[in-house]
């Protein structure tokens, strides 16, 4: 159990260290990237004064990543793995409230709030979420996993869809939180990092038949193209690589299997971290998902303890009791 507390640990960790040192190259290109930090982001840094999000926020913060993964993971706990969809909607737009109190521009994203509107003016919940296409419910679904066992595909896709539904109800929104929640899974349960990409895309094949159709490429089979791209490259080459042909924006399709690109070609978990970071795009949430991939597969002791003790301090985060919880119904499955 000790293990298993390190990897559920090194998961929300690893999820807030990634978010954190993308936090202010998200949204950049990857040239101006290099030409503010270097080719590799090494530290956490402030948000740089004119960026469109994270303007003046602290070295070490946060965003919507990490603090949406934090409010599911509340919703998991109190329902025992479930997710209701009335919740998880005020729970959402209460969010989105308290950033736009703090000053933040970092708030619902365009599938998200689609969603939410839709439901408003009286959509159900398994229409309302019908375009979401973006990687809002794969960005935030990493406490899904700890809380499910892979060994059981069955529930883990059904937590996952109804996780992910109210706002991400498209075949390919599905697959891509389906992957990550898988690998995520795996790496709970003991399984090294190749092992959970398996899992992974056997998650995303299966959840891509969920929800509405939507013309996205196959996340299974991208998944899959794109850690057999990167195999064996140097770092400088799998960021290249990654940034110009798996793609980084917002788009489930190039944002997650990019994430596993990058898991799979870096086998230190802070590392691939930076790595991740380092790309551009919507590379705060790409770290996001890496951190939380490789986390769980390497346990909390893969990260820097002043990495986590940064993360902690500035965000106001303790994911001990948080961890404990998810593990306690992920034991009471098996019970």
């Known amino acids: 159990m000790h293990e298993m507390r390190s990897r559920a640990l090194g998961a929300l960790y690893g999820l807030a260290i990634g978010d954190a040192l993308g936090m202010p190259t998200q949204s950049l290109p990857r040239a101006e990237i290099v030409a503010r930090y270097g080719p590799l982001v090494g530290e956490f840094h402030p948000g740089p004064a004119g960026h469109p999000l994270a303007a003046g926020l602290p070295a070490g913060t946060v965003t919507d990543d990490t603090e949406q993964a934090v ?3 509340g919703l998991v ?3 025992g793995g479930e997710v209701d969809a009335a919740e998880l909607a005020r729970a959402l737009l209460a969010w989105e409230e308290s950033m736009r109190a703090r000053g933040s521009l970092d708030l619902l994203g365009p599938s998200t709030r689609q969603a939410l509107a839709a439901l408003a003016a009286g959509a159900g919940v398994a229409e309302a979420g019908r375009h979401g296409v973006t990687n809002g419910a794969a960005m935030r679904v990493a ?10 595909p069955g529930l883990l896709e059904d937590r996952v869809v109804a996780a992910s539904r109210l706002t991400h109800n498209t075949g390919v929104a599905l697959a891509g939180a ?13 399984d090294p990092v190749p092992v959970a990409i398996g899992r992974a895309v056997a998650a995303a094949a299966s959840a891509a038949r969920r929800g509405h159709w939507a013309a996205a490429a196959d996340v299974a089979a991208r998944i899959t193209w794109a850690t057999g791209l990167v195999a064996g490259l140097p770092q400088g080459q799998v960021i290249d690589t990654v940034y110009r042909l798996v793609g980084t924006s917002l788009a489930t399709q190039e944002s ?8 799979a070609a870096i086998p230190d978990p802070w590392l691939a971290c930076r790595v991740a970071a380092s790309l551009g795009g919507d590379c705060d949430t790409i770290a996001a998902m890496t951190g939380a991939i490789c986390g769980a597969c390497h346990g909390v002791g893969a990260f820097p303890a002043a990495a986590r003790e940064t993360v902690a301090r500035v965000n106001g985060l303790d994911f001990g009791p948080l961890a404990a919880d998810l593990l306690a119904i992920r034991s009471a499955a098996h019970d």
Do not use: E
Not at 178 to 190: H, K, L, T
Not at 256 to 263: D, E, I, K, S, T
């Open 143 to 152: 406490p899904v996993g700890i809380a499910t066992s892979a060994r059981g």
């Open 77 to 79: 706990v109190a329902d």
């Open 256 to 263: 997650v299997p990019a994430a596993f690109a990058v898991a």
């Open 71 to 73: 409010l599911l993971a």
């Open 178 to 190: 389906a992957a990550v929640a898988a690998a995520v899974s795996a790496g709970i349960d003991g």
